[in-house]
């Protein structure tokens, strides 16, 4: 079982900066990939960046150049650093890991992110 946990969310100006942490424990031996998705009001949750075990990153198009995922191995946390927020990225955020031995993906619980215009 892997436990994660988030932090960081809150209400910004739209322009401002917010970042967001995760925090795994329990049997993180084995996690290939982190990430955060995000998923807002009566739309379905997508993906908003990952990053692999070996430091390999991917974003979706609407975050690329805004958003920079990050993690520190050492506390076994990943951070999602957001700037230039927009009223859109308005979304409940949540932090995935995939469990390489397990075949299984986690999810935190979530972390509310609203962005003022």
């Known amino acids: 079982q892997v436990q994660l946990v988030e932090s960081g969310g809150g209400l910004v100006q739209a322009g401002g900066s917010l970042r967001l942490s995760c925090a795994a424990s329990?049997?993180?031996?084995?996690?290939?990939?982190m990430g955060w998705y995000r998923q807002a009001a009566g739309k379905q949750r997508e993906l908003v960046a990952t990053?692999?075990?070996?430091?390999?990153?991917n974003y979706a198009d609407s975050v690329k150049g805004r958003f920079t995922i990050s993690r520190d191995n050492a506390k076994n946390t990943v951070y999602l650093q957001m700037n230039s927020l927009k009223s859109e990225d308005t979304s409940v955020y949540y932090c995935?890991?995939?469990?390489?031995?397990?075949?299984?993906?986690?999810w935190g619980k979530g972390t509310l992110v609203t962005v003022s215009s």
């Open positions: 995935n890991a995939f469990h390489a031995g397990y075949g299984t993906n986690y």
């Open positions: 990053i692999t075990s070996g430091g390999r990153t």
């Open positions: 329990g049997s993180i031996f084995s996690i290939a990939s």
